[in-house]
């Protein structure tokens, strides 16, 4: 009796603990065929409700050497812990056909979303394939994205995931606080529309690192509610650079703030370092730094264009104020004519611009050239082209 009871102890006491690393919910487990022909949406949606109801951490895997085809698929927390993983070592891809997805009413949103997971890690060197090609030539339909990640906490993405040709943005996310991401792959055509890399938007505390990404549209694209984030150690092109905005639509308040981005080569780029404002917004984008930032073959390394989506004559007594932004080691080749373009308006000028160390040469090897309007700030150390308008 007495015996019993003590290894009954031990089992309450020591069984989560020596569990507690090892709770898998692997897809196969639950019917997945991994053969990229039959659909594994329902394997995944099973094996998604017992890990997100594991009370010792779970890890849900989604082995390698194998491709799933998935359609629409919806993670909802919150769960039972607060240390969920996703490994994804496995290929995961949408259906080719706009017309077989199916979705939750008749618009498509997203292939992948996470809602309220805590504590969420992505892992694995999986490729999540959007199959975005006839949704691309197909302009009539809203097209969705390959992953949103929303209303979720505590999130990391890691270990080499790779996201490719989505039917719009890759991986949209939204809503979080403390979030890490390195180590991601994003790769589309140049020429394929509004395929967004990474869209930030509610997100404080971000770190983003070693990444490299290509695409048709921004890189990198940060947005309302966005503050407190680096961005670091980047590889992007093709695409349209990492962008702040666009910010001030249709006269929306927007308030962007504390962005650092870092150590970030453009290749074969529209544009580099990028704010972008519409005319009639409110809000503000402030205490934005660049740096070390090389550039090879950019049409606008430096760009803030407070008269996005429309022109100089659009202009409004609103726009988005834009102030402590500085570009400190901008190096490289422009593949226009221009190295710094700082477009704002007379109503609400750009204040406290600095532009510190600046070689941008032409193809041809001559100084770029630049334009500011109503811009204040100032302009010091090696400056090619000069920038006299800050000086
Ligand atoms: C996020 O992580 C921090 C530190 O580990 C923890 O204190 C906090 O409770 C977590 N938040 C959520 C919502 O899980
Ligand atoms: C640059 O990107 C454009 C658009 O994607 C592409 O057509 C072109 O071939 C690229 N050029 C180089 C030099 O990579
Ligand atoms: C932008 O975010 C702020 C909160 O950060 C919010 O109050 C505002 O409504 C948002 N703007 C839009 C257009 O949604
Ligand atoms: C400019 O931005 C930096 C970094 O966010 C911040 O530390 C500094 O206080 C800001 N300067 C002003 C004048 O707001
Ligand atoms: C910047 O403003 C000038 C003058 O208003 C305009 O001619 C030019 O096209 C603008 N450049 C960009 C890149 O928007």
Redesign the pocket.
């Known amino acids: 009796m007495r015996n019993s009871f003590n290894f009954f102890t031990f089992f309450l006491v020591c069984y989560p603990i020596l569990t507690a690393s090892t709770v898998v919910f692997n897809v196969l487990d639950y019917g997945a065929n991994g053969n990229g022909q039959a659909d594994d949406t329902q394997a995944f949606a099973k094996a998604w409700v017992e890990t997100c109801a594991s009370l010792s951490p779970p890890t849900m895997i989604i082995p390698s050497g194998r491709t799933f085809l998935i359609q629409p698929l919806r993670f909802v927390g919150p769960c039972k812990s607060n240390s969920i993983t996703v490994k994804i070592d496995g290929n995961l891809v949408a259906p080719a056909n706009p017309y077989s997805w199916r979705c939750d009413g008749n618009v498509c949103h997203q292939l992948v979303y996470f809602h309220e997971v805590y504590g969420l890690t992505l892992r694995g060197q999986g490729v999540i394939d959007g199959q975005g090609q006839q949704w691309w030539q197909n302009r009539n339909l809203y097209r969705p994205t390959i992953m949103e990640i929303a209303n979720s906490d505590n999130v990391s993405i890691d270990g080499g995931l790779t996201f490719k040709d989505s039917p719009s943005k890759h991986l949209v996310l939204n809503g979080i606080d403390s979030l890490s991401v390195s180590n991601l792959n994003v790769e589309a055509?140049?020429?394929s529309p509004n395929t967004d890399g990474i869209l930030l938007q509610y997100c404080t505390n971000v770190h983003i690192t070693t990444s490299r990404i290509g695409t048709g549209d921004d890189c990198i694209a940060i947005v309302n509610g966005t503050s407190n984030t680096r961005i670091d150690n980047i590889v992007c092109g093709?695409g349209h650079g990492i962008s702040i905005g666009s910010l001030g639509r249709n006269g929306e308040e927007d308030k962007v703030e504390g962005i650092t981005v870092s150590n970030v080569l453009f290749k074969?780029t529209s544009n580099g370092a990028r704010i972008k404002t519409w005319q009639g917004g409110r809000g503000y984008a402030r205490d934005i730094h660049f740096e070390k930032l090389w550039f090879h073959?950019t049409v606008y390394p430096i760009i803030i264009d407070q008269f996005y989506g429309g022109n100089q004559y659009t202009t409004s007594e609103h726009a988005v104020e834009i102030s402590n932004v500085s570009f400190r080691v901008m190096v490289g080749i422009s593949s226009g004519d221009d190295a710094v373009v700082l477009n704002c308006s007379k109503a609400v000028p750009c204040k406290d611009v600095v532009v510190e160390n600046l070689h941008v040469v032409t193809a041809g090897g001559k100084p770029a050239a630049y334009g500011c309007e109503n811009v204040f700030g100032r302009a010091l150390g090696h400056l090619i082209p000069r920038l006299s308008c800050l000086l």
């Open positions: 055509p140049g020429d093709p074969n073959g």
